[in-house]
């Protein structure tokens, strides 16, 4: 009865239904149309009333127990329809790894975060986080590329400016000297959007969880075959400017990483308690298990681009982390899975820890085979809040 006397206002609750002597009483002395009118407008909002709240026990009970993907409902639907058929061009003709070709490191961001990119390489440069041991790591040196990588196009004047700014740093000591000893090349590159197409509306999906960022995600789906990788390059690191070395020889550690498994995406679950989350299950369940975007990515794999495209299809709009392992996950698509879950790898060589602030020396003993961070634990609580990167 609860739920009925919880919603059931006052003024319904002292409603009294006519008596079906009182009703035949009514129709003797010709009751006026207006007072039956809004005895069954009463009437109605009692019923609306009524179902309204069981609508929402019944969403309450649905987040709290079900599945918006219930095994049992699947099942049937694999009896009576088949399963999934799995697309093939997901699995042959894949291309191997050509590891005579490079690794890269790229930093992907818009000209506004120009500063956050150099406080970042600014912290690379001191001993304690220097990417690489210049004696010892003469492969990771010789064979990687360092990539700072747009949103617009690289002749737009935000873009253009935030290079200079970036040249005139990377020119001087300590930059030059860090990114000159570790890696080979560097380079702007750009996705080539335009301004509307690098905006994210941060739009909320309550079922899922997530947000919407549509900017983000156009970026880096420029990223996995772009003209500058594609011939050129076996593997590039992901590396949002608010990720950021805990430990020296960083980038020989990563480097060394994408040497094992022949992977589409290898990084970091989330290394942080999980927090509150609104989404229905599955999702809730499956961002836990999510490996952040932050990540290695295999370049130029025709099966992992039909991949992408056959997850975009499906989640356009969320961030590409989540969406690619939303679809992944979905036991919908667990035929799928059983062709490509190989090709997903988790490393502790790098940690996703979120929003969460964190001693460093602390993380550094509580991972102790973790050589770079990704995370605003860096930052000023002021700083903090919806940020692209
Ligand atoms: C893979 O290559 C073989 C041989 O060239 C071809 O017969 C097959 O159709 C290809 N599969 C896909 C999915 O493209
Ligand atoms: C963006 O445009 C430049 C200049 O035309 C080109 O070199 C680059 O490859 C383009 N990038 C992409 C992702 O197409
Ligand atoms: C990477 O691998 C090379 C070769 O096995 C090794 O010498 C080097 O120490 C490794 N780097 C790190 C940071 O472990």
Known sequence: MLPFNLCWSENLKNLKLPSS???ANDKLLGIKKKRRLSIYSKTFQFNSGVLLCLGFVALLLLWFFGSLQSYPILWFQFRFRGYEKVDPFIFQNCSKVDFGRRFAVVIPFIPKQTNRVLSNLKRWASLEYFPCDTLVDSLV???????????????HPSVQESIHTLTRWL???PLQSVVSSCFHNVRFI????SAEQSTNSYK???????????????????VVNHPSLINTHRHFFY???DHI????RWLSAIFNDSL???FWMKGSLMRYKPRFSCAFEPYRTQYLRHINGNAIYKVGDPCFMRFLENVYREYPDFAFDTSINFYRLDLRHYITYQYTAHRFQVTEVMADLGVVRYDEDRLRSDLPNTYTAHGKFMYTEKQLGWQKY
């Open 204 to 222: 909320m999906d309550f079922v899922k969880s997530s947000v919407k960022t549509e900017g983000t995600v156009r970026q880096f789906r420029a």
């Open 21 to 23: 002597a009182k009703h």
């Open 190 to 193: 750009s996705a080539n959007l």
């Open 245 to 248: 070395p805990i430990r020296n």
């Open 260 to 262: 094992q498994g022949d």
């Open 239 to 241: 590396m949002e400017p």
């Open 171 to 173: 020119r001087k000591e």
């Open 141 to 155: 040196i010789e064979s990687t590329d360092l990539f700072f990588y747009y949103d617009m196009p690289l002749d």
